[in-house]
């Protein structure tokens, strides 16, 4: 029964979500956006507008709120099919588990051996093979935590380092295959130790970096098609990796592990 009501929940979560992107959609400007890669540009990249059939070239300097509205409705418009999707897939199984759960007399369910693992050998499982890494990501490995793990900066060692503490399984930048086909690697990949729900933390360290923002926007649209979204199963901080304050990004940390994780 605990299956069927976080799927239930689930389903009211995608149908507020489905709902809400319906409306936005219905108030974005007529048209798509196309791109189109250009290195003589400064940002390397030109943007149309296709309408009735044409491509309309549209500068950022005067056409920049345009550009915006353009691509958040690209954006929003792939996350509704993802979503519905998903919906439908969703009440399938409701439907599934449910036709389960009454297909067996309640005086036989003692002599059932059940299929499913239990929460603890999930999570020994888990925690057996975690804090490993098996991305592809190009980069160095600069900090290393207290167990030994090889990260990229103080903010990710903080977060490995109190996530161990408070002996929250995770895993380091494990690649995972997305909805949109592109290859994935998430700072980590987390075991709630009370539920057993999986939950991926994101740092953002280097906002200022053009390159590293378009690719923090790829990046987080791949996990919204794939149902890896903020508020749900997504986590992420941001802090200049440059000039972090070591004691308020540790509080934070704490405070998200506490409220999310426990």
């Known amino acids: 029964m605990q299956l069927i009501k976080e799927l239930e929940n689930r389903k009211t979560f995608l149908e507020s979500v489905i709902r809400q992107l319906e409306f936005n959609l219905s108030r974005y400007p007529e048209g798509t956006i196309q ?30 709120v345009l ?11 792939k996350a509704l099919k993802k979503y519905s999707k998903e919906l439908k897939l969703v009440e399938n199984l409701i439907a599934f588990r449910k036709d389960m759960t009454v297909s067996i007399p309640e005086h036989a369910t003692g002599y059932i051996r059940k299929v499913e693992l239990p929460l603890n050998e999930i999570l ?54 997305c909805a949109d086909q592109s290859f994935r690697s998430p700072d980590f990949t987390i075991m709630n130790p009370v539920t057993g729900k999986v939950f991926y933390w994101e740092h953002f ?8 923002l378009m690719d923090m926007v790829d990046k987080m649209n791949s996990y919204s098609l794939t149902g890896i979204v903020p508020g749900d199963n997504l986590i992420f901080t941001i802090a200049d990796n440059r ?12 405070k998200i592990i506490e409220r999310v994780l426990l």
């Open 35 to 64: 791109f189109a890669h250009d290195y003589e540009y400064e940002n390397n990249v030109r943007y149309f507008r296709h309408l009735n059939g044409k491509d309309i070239y549209l500068s950022e300097k005067t056409n920049k």
């Open 124 to 177: 020994t499982r888990f925690a057996n093979n975690s804090h490993g890494s098996s991305s592809n990501r190009s980069g160095q490995y600069r900090v290393t935590t207290n167990e030994g793990v090889l990260v990229r900066s103080k903010a990710e060692q903080i977060i490995a380092d109190e996530l161990f503490d408070y002996k929250v399984p995770f895993k380091y930048e494990l690649g995972m295959k």
């Open 67 to 77: 550009i915006r509205n353009l691509i958040q409705k690209r954006y929003e418009t």
């Open 205 to 212: 360290g280097m906002m200022d970096r053009p390159d590293y």
């Open 243 to 254: 000039r972090l304050d070591v004691k308020g990004f540790t509080n934070q940390v704490r």
